[in-house]
């Protein structure tokens, strides 16, 4: 059949290139005498078909394309497409990984960025090698895109740490940089987001309350305690998250100050049930005297933070 009507096949996917149904047909069949014909459609077809083909071929991954499409990828920048470079990923080539190196290198940043991200998926050395240096290369003047951010953290190069902190204050996305300073950083990044906290905005804020409660858990109570009297409830709910975490006599003294000194319901409310959480007995005792409050709010928020820790 294929032979007998190459011509409507090929008036069919010039008027139909977006979807090339005939092709894709005989790429899904299971029959060995449909996927030479639509590799034979491949090798004779114009460019713009051959696009299309490709990008069909990738819906249907057979070892047979692997070197079709290797090939078409060579022909030359019409070739090294998102769409191909997606099939040939998809059916494999012993030839793959200098075909995503090539990606990198392409004027388009989609098609590089889809290159990467296969890199960063793969799990030889050879591929992380090449997606780390490519990621250090492009952070030396540009915020991290993509999988970036994912691949530092994973592999934890101590020559990210300098960059993302050079990138940090023009930012747009400082959220993810905090996170990623904090799985890579030391003390010395610690000081270089406390730097920074009182001029960010309250989200990031809270991104670095959890950051320093992991890399220098006294510059975290310092601005916990600070954090607790702001009246922010999101800030509050970051710094007693972090506090219930660290579960210290400090802690205990840090929410007993606070909730002296509190006069909002919410920030109190938080407090008692945080304090419930330690089940210090000095903890037990605060809660026992708000329970005799002459403010029938606090007595009963007491009572049910002294039952909490009770079935705790």
């Known amino acids: ?47 713009k078909i051959r696009k ?17 499409i290797y090939d ?28 995503l190196t090539r990606a990198l290198a392409d004027s388009n940043p989609e098609l590089q960025l889809q290159a990467l991200a296969v890199l960063v998926r793969r799990s030889d050395r050879a591929s992380e090698q090449i997606a780390l240096d490519y990621t250090l290369k492009y952070m030396a003047d540009k915020d991290p895109q993509g999988p970036m951010l994912e691949l530092l953290n994973r592999v934890k190069d101590p020559r ?15 959220s993810s940089l905090i996170q990623s300073l904090t799985l890579l950083g030391d003390t010395g ?3 270089f987001l406390r730097d920074r906290y009182d001029a ?21 109570r310092e601005l916990a305690e600070a954090a607790l009297l702001s009246n922010d409830n999101y800030l509050m709910s970051q710094a007693l998250q972090g506090l219930n975490e660290d579960g210290g006599p400090e802690v205990v003294d840090l929410m007993l100050t606070a909730l002296e000194k509190s006069k909002e319901p919410n920030a109190w409310q938080q407090l008692m ?30 009572t049910n933070a002294l039952q909490n820790m009770r079935f705790r």
């Open 1 to 47: 059949f294929f032979f007998q009507a190459e011509d409507g096949i090929r008036d069919h996917c010039v008027t139909g290139v977006q979807t090339c149904a005939l092709p894709i047909c005989l790429a899904s069949s299971r029959y060995a005498a449909s996927h030479e014909a639509v590799l034979e459609l491949l090798r004779g077809e114009s460019s």
């Open 52 to 68: 299309a083909i490709v990008r069909g071929l990738a819906q249907f991954p057979r070892p047979l394309w692997s070197q079709a």
């Open 72 to 99: 078409f990828v060579q022909t030359g920048p019409d070739g090294m497409n998102a769409e191909a470079v997606n099939a040939l990923v998809q059916v494999g080539h012993p030839r793959l990984l200098e075909v």
């Open 160 to 174: 990210s740490l300098p960059l993302l902190q050079s990138r940090f204050d023009a930012s747009t996305q400082k």
């Open 189 to 191: 990044t610690a000081q």
């Open 200 to 220: 960010l905005p309250t989200n990031d804020k809270g991104d670095v309350l959890r950051g320093l409660n992991r890399l220098a858990p006294r510059m975290f």
């Open 273 to 302: 049930y945080s304090l419930a959480n330690t089940g210090s007995p000095k903890a037990r005792a605060a809660l026992q005297k708000q329970r005799n409050s002459p403010d029938a709010n606090r007595r009963n928020v007491a």
